[in-house]
């Protein structure tokens, strides 16, 4: 019996071209091993970045899932080599520049030239989004810093006078009755607007049919990741300045940071299984991030 060609998949793409996948990362991989130490090494250590550690599994997650290309077998595509050439120029250049970032955009190049070498066009188009979504792991924004800065330092000044706690601005330093406090490059909001972002991408994805909605969602998500950031830096500066700087100074400051980062993230969850189309949103009640948001029906 002729068998079909799901029956000699795995999960969906030829063994084959899995280990030619594999093998083409493999040798990326070695070429651009200072590149790649380097990429972790700012996911590890840098808290802007920390969501870059999800990029790659979630992106893998995304084309696995991706049912619709189970009829459409793999095939080797040349075109892919374009890709591939532009992701060794990018690591010369980035080498020869010092420019770190150069050298990250080839780690992404490489892996979506190998999918196109060894996969085909088709199932690259089919699952576009899945190889969009490493983006992610890229270091980037630094540049956002000193506007996050200059836009959270006079909300956070505005909202403590609206409560009583009488606060002077100068430039970015805000004086209460308990001392000042710098809008720190630190306390931005860069880690929240990165991380939001990823997660509205994915959610609207995943829960939303129309460009429309989907690039709704992910506007509201970011302005919403700022407002979060301004209601923290609030928080924080209120409660050093009522407490005497008993509260908000020490550990708790950071806690307090990461109890907004996780409630803003799992809110995007909710609000895209909440909101979105039935037959995607239900997605997220099954995939990766469905223990992390709670029943809302």
């Known amino acids: 019996m002729k ?5 000699v998949t795995l999960d969906g793409v030829a063994p084959r071209a899995c280990l030619a996948f594999a093998a083409t990362l493999t040798l990326a991989a070695a070429l651009l091993a200072p590149e790649i130490a380097d990429i972790v090494r700012q996911w590890t250590w840098s808290s802007s970045y920390h969501h870059g550690w999800l990029a790659l599994p979630l992106a893998a997650w995304l084309f696995a899932d991706a049912r619709d290309w189970e009829q459409h077998p793999p095939r080797f595509d040349w075109l892919g080599a374009v890709p591939l050439v532009m992701a060794i120029g990018l690591m010369i250049a980035g080498r020869a520049l010092d420019a770190a970032l150069l050298g990250h955009v080839a780690i992404v190049a490489a892996i979506a030239g190998a999918g196109l070498l060894t996969l085909g066009r088709e199932l690259m188009r089919r699952s576009a989004f899945a190889f969009g979504f490493l983006v992610f792991m890229v270091p980037l924004g630094e540049s956002l810093i000193p506007p996050l800065q200059h836009a959270a330092a006079p909300a956070v ?3 403590l006078n609206g ?3 009488e606060t002077q601005l100068d430039g970015l330093i805000l004086t209460t009755a308990a001392g000042q406090f710098e809008m ?31 690039a709704l969602f992910i506007v509201g998500a970011i302005l919403l990741a700022i407002v979060a950031n301004w209601a923290r830096a609030f928080g924080i500066v209120a409660a050093a300045t009522v407490t005497d700087l008993k509260i908000g100074t020490g550990p708790e400051h950071v806690a307090f940071g990461w109890i907004f980062y996780g409630g803003l993230l799992i809110s995007l969850l909710v609000l895209a299984r ?23 029906e």
Do not use: E, N, W
């Open 3 to 7: 068998r079909s060609f799901a029956s």
């Open 157 to 159: 000044a505005a909202l």
């Open 163 to 165: 409560i009583g706690i």
């Open 184 to 214: 720190a490059g630190s306390c931005a909001g860069l880690r929240f607007l990165l991380a939001a972002t990823m997660i509205a991408a994915l959610a609207a994805h995943l829960a939303f049919k129309s460009a429309s909605r989907k």
């Open 274 to 296: 909440r909101f979105g189309d039935r037959y995607r949103a239900r997605i997220i009640q099954s995939g990766p991030l469905a223990s992390a948001t709670p029943d809302v």
